[in-house]
């Protein structure tokens, strides 16, 4: 009987990578994601164009504009001389952030009084406006801090920040882990979802029903080839990012991959019950995007977890991808053990139990 499944499973790996157009469906997106996530999926704000009307000629004035341009987020001043005009750059989207200095700042600053620049944001790019409005108002306050320290006044009050397990916030450690997390939904999924799609419609589905293998161990030839390609996926991105991004791990290399086993069964399994449901490749891709998009957008990779009503908490808790992507972050950047992986673990074999039944289960049905 093994050596009968272990031809199953050669047969399906031989079916996903013997097509041009399978072999591009699972290399390229790996390929593509590791050139376009680390540089174009960034919410850092860098090299944005910052306008400034600055009614005071002072010395202080001038000095914070030039602060200002010496940052790597505001490298392009533009200067304003008008209200309408700044209106205007703001209207047409040719700065993200605007500020404005009275005429009375300097002297305000000269004389210990509480100095005001107003800032105008842009709401429709609320958040990278609201991370540059953060980047000027940092600069403003180390400068108000420096003022009034060489003035022999009270110093106001500074919230010192240490940035834990990422000091210097660089956005690639964060991406690339959850780019693993990301592929290896992609293998899984894909290569399941299409299996049995692929069998019915090339017409070689009834030949598998009357082979000697059982229906699970169809299932189990089907999920191997699944796992083996997505485990390659996992490494290659894991290995890329620690070589070639430098991302740093602290973690343990055999926990990484206890972890994406897990959490591509229970991918599996889904990818199965997809493939059950449908009749042909085409409508078997269209489900696995269908689970894709949802799955992505309540794990609390686009927004935090914490945020979302308490029905979709629910429902986040019952994604795998939720899970993984903190087990994975947690060993790239925090060197998680087994203990602190288990939280997140058990969960993921919960899901594992859940959706391999349930994909056995339709299998069952639709053969039946």
């Not at 009968?4 to 157009?21: D, F, H």
């Not at 010395?59 to 209200?83: C, G, H, K, M, N």
């Not at 006044?153 to 997390?181: D, G, H, I, Q, T």
């Not at 992505?296 to 899970?323: K, Q, Y």
């Amino acid at each position: 009987m093994l050596d009968r499944l272990a031809t199953l499973v050669v047969k399906e790996l031989l079916l996903a990578l013997r097509e041009p157009q399978s072999r591009a469906l699972l290399i390229m997106p790996v390929v593509l994601q590791l050139l376009l996530f680390p540089f174009a999926a960034s919410l850092e704000v860098k090299n944005a164009r910052l306008a400034i009307r600055n009614a005071d000629s002072g010395a202080a004035a001038t000095e914070l504009v030039e602060r200002l341009a010496q940052t790597r987020a505001f490298p392009d001043i533009r200067l304003i001389y008008s209200e309408s005009e700044m209106r205007e750059v703001i209207d047409s989207q040719q700065a993200l952030l605007g500020l404005e200095f009275p005429a009375d700042f300097s002297r305000n600053v000269s004389a210990g009084r509480p100095a005001s620049v107003l800032a105008i944001v842009d709401g429709r790019r609320s958040n990278s406006a609201q991370i540059a409005f953060g980047y000027a108002s940092a600069v403003i306050a180390d400068y108000a801090t420096e003022q009034a320290a060489a003035a022999g006044r009270p110093v106001p009050s500074k919230v010192v920040v240490r940035n834990w397990f990422n000091a210097n916030l660089e956005y690639r450690w964060f991406m690339l882990p959850v780019l693993v997390s990301i592929i290896t939904t992609l293998g899984s999924l894909i290569v399941t979802a299409l299996s049995i799609a692929r069998e019915r419609e090339q017409g070689t589905f009834d030949q598998l029903l009357v082979s000697p293998l059982t229906a699970g161990y169809i299932m189990v030839g089907k999920t191997i080839p699944a796992m083996i390609i997505a485990l390659g996926q996992g490494t290659l991105v894991a290995a890329a990012a620690v070589f070639f991004y430098r991302v740093p791990f602290h973690g343990s290399v055999a926990l990484l991959y206890l972890c994406m086993l897990c959490y591509g069964l229970s991918l599996a399994g889904i990818g199965l019950f997809i493939s059950s449901l449908c009749e042909t490749q085409q409508q078997a891709f269209l489900g696995v995007f269908t689970f894709m998009v949802p799955a992505v957008m309540l794990s609390g990779f686009v927004a935090p977890v914490e945020n979302m009503p308490l029905v979709f908490r629910a429902i986040s808790w019952c994604d795998p991808l939720t899970h993984f992507i903190v087990i994975v972050k947690g060993l790239f950047l925090k060197g998680y053990g087994f203990s602190l992986a288990w939280p997140n673990l058990w969960p993921l074999l919960v899901n594992t139990l859940v959706t391999m039944s349930l994909g056995y289960w339709m299998y069952r049905r639709r053969v039946a």
